[in-house]
Nanobody, 125 residues
Framework: QVQVAESGGGSVQAGGTLRLSCGVS????????MGWFRQAPGKEREAVAS???????NYVVSAKGRFTISRDNTNNTLYLQMNSLKPEDTAMYYC???????????????????WGQGTQVAVSS
C-alpha cells in the first residue's frame, strides 16, 4: 500500500526559508510524476511545482525563482526548498505521487493518485 507523508512545515517570517520533505513508500516502481500542491483557507487547492522521473521540473508563476523542487529516488523522497517566503505562501502543503505521466507538466491534481495529509506553512509579515 502506497503511503505519502510530508514534513518540514512551520512558521516563519516573510523573507524566510523552509524545506519541505515528502517520503513515499510501499511501491515497486518509481513514481512518474511527483508534485507539491497547496491550499489556503477559503481557497481551492493549487499546484506549486512538479518533477517527473527523468528530472524535468515545472513551476507555477508564483513559485518560479523562489521555490525549488527536487527528488531523491534512492531515498524515495521529494523536497521543496522555499526561499523568500511571502505571507501569501501561507497554506497547507500537500505532496502527491502518480505512476502515470501524459508527458505534460504534471501540474493538475487530477493526474495524481496518492496524496499525503499535508504540512502547514505559515508566513507572517
Amino acid at each position: 500500500q502506497v503511503q505519502v507523508a510530508e514534513s518540514g512545515g512551520g512558521s516563519v517570517q516573510a523573507g524566510g526559508t523552509l524545506r519541505l520533505s515528502c517520503g513515499v513508500s510501499g511501491y515497486t516502481y518509481t513514481p512518474r510524476c511527483m508534485g507539491w500542491f497547496r491550499q489556503a483557507p477559503g481557497k481551492e487547492r493549487e499546484a506549486v511545482a512538479s518533477i517527473n522521473n527523468i528530472g524535468g521540473t515545472n513551476y507555477v508563476v508564483s513559485a518560479k525563482g523562489r521555490f525549488t523542487i527536487s527528488r531523491d529516488n534512492t531515498n524515495n523522497t521529494l523536497y521543496l526548498q522555499m526561499n523568500s517566503l511571502k505571507p501569501e505562501d501561507t497554506a497547507m502543503y500537500y505532496c502527491a505521487a502518480s505512476w502515470y505521466w501524459s508527458g505534460g507538466p504534471c501540474l493538475s491534481s487530477d493526474e495524481y493518485h496518492y496524496w499525503g495529509q499535508g504540512t502547514q506553512v505559515a508566513v507572517s509579515s
